[in-house]
């Protein structure tokens, strides 16, 4: 296990007047990818305008990438203070492939911040500390390139409530696949938060698979390229939001797997020769059947924004 990787408390960058004056020239960008964010994405929204850019302009623009909602997500971010964009539009010439991790390339691709910290839509619990606790440590300090947040993740069923249970594929299949193969990146606590932000540059430098394995790709391709030293993280206290289901879950750690695979291969640790197939299948059963349920999880990957300049 290399050195624990440094850590802060978002409270530590709760004085928003000494964050702006670190912050001084920099640039730096919100984004939040999207889809059907309807019930939270105003709060989340509507927080990070009205305290972070209208009473201490810390965010400079503040961006939600679109999947395609069905319900009123983008009219609700829009009227919030949010610039709202559709995925499938951006770039036009670029082939689209819906999910989380396209969401977030397109966002850098069309944003200009310095800084660019990543949030998801679906926090109930929003509050800004989840942006400055995160773009703080990067304020405060050259040598960070990449800061992850981590939290308690209660596990929410029906109206109870238990204080751990969520992160249910990281800890049953990301840790181990951690320990196993990449024990460098056992200090970090949540692996796959969705809280993250990083310099531009850093970013840039990384390929992003288009659906969930993102967050994974982006810290074995940083151990990969030896910058993990380069990573830290903060504490975020409790992170409430919607659980999903287990074929949902299960879809994930497909896409999870895949791209934890691939870069195995990529590196030698893993025979070249070894075909991995889309195709994820699950068993469905109800009380009235039991039947064999079959989805294409191709788990493409967009290439690093800077190989294309």
């Given at each position: ?6 850590r ?6 709760a ?5 702006l004056s670190?912050?001084g020239?920099?640039k ?5 990818p ?5 019930e ?6 509507s ?17 939600v ?10 009219e609700?971010a829009a ?6 964009m ?6 036009p010439?670029?082939p ?9 390339w397109?966002?850098l ?8 910290c ?13 942006v400055?606790?995160l ?7 050259a040598s960070?390139?990449?800061v992850?947040?981590?939290?308690q993740?209660?596990?929410l069923?029906?109206e ?33 938060a ?17 659906g ?23 504490n975020l ?7 999903r289901?287990?074929?949902e879950?299960?879809?994930?750690a497909f ?15 893993l ?23 079959s989805?294409?999880?191709?788990e ?10």
């Amino acid at each position: 296990m290399i050195a624990a990787m440094q850590r802060f408390h978002h409270t530590e960058f709760a004085d928003l007047p000494h964050l702006l004056s670190l912050k001084g020239p920099q640039k730096i960008s919100v984004c939040i990818p999207t889809l059907n964010e309807e019930e939270n994405i105003g709060l989340i929204v509507s927080s990070i305008h009205d305290a972070l850019m209208r009473k201490f302009p810390i965010v400079n623009e503040l961006i939600v990438m679109d999947s395609g909602s069905t319900d009123r997500t983008r009219e609700i971010a829009a009227s919030a203070g949010a610039k709202v964009m559709l995925s499938s539009e951006i770039p036009p010439a670029l082939p689209t492939h819906p999910g989380k991790g396209e969401n977030l390339w397109k966002s850098l691709k069309v944003s200009s911040g310095d800084i660019v910290c990543y949030l998801d839509g679906d926090v109930s619990n929003f509050h800004t500390g989840f942006v400055t606790g995160l773009v703080g440590p990067l304020l405060q300090d050259a040598s960070i390139d990449y800061v992850k947040a981590f939290y308690q993740r209660p596990l929410l069923n029906g109206e109870q409530r238990e204080n751990s249970g969520g992160g249910r594929v990281s800890e049953i299949l990301v840790r181990p696949l951690i320990s196993m193969f990449y024990p460098e990146l056992a200090d970090i606590i949540q692996p796959l938060a969705g809280e993250y932000a990083a310099r531009r540059s850093t970013l840039e430098s990384l390929p992003f698979p288009t659906g969930y394995g993102v967050e994974i790709a982006h810290l074995i391709d940083l151990l990969h390229a030896g910058k993990s030293s380069r990573i830290a993280q903060t504490n975020l206290e409790t992170r409430i939001h919607r659980n999903r289901s287990d074929a949902e879950l299960g879809d994930t750690a497909f896409a999870i797997l895949k791209v934890v695979t691939r870069r195995l291969q990529r590196d030698g640790r893993l025979s070249a020769n070894l075909s991995l197939t889309d195709l994820h299948q699950r068993w469905s059963i109800t009380d009235d059947s039991i039947a064999l349920t079959s989805k294409l999880i191709p788990e493409p990957e967009l290439p690093a924004i800077i190989s294309n300049r």
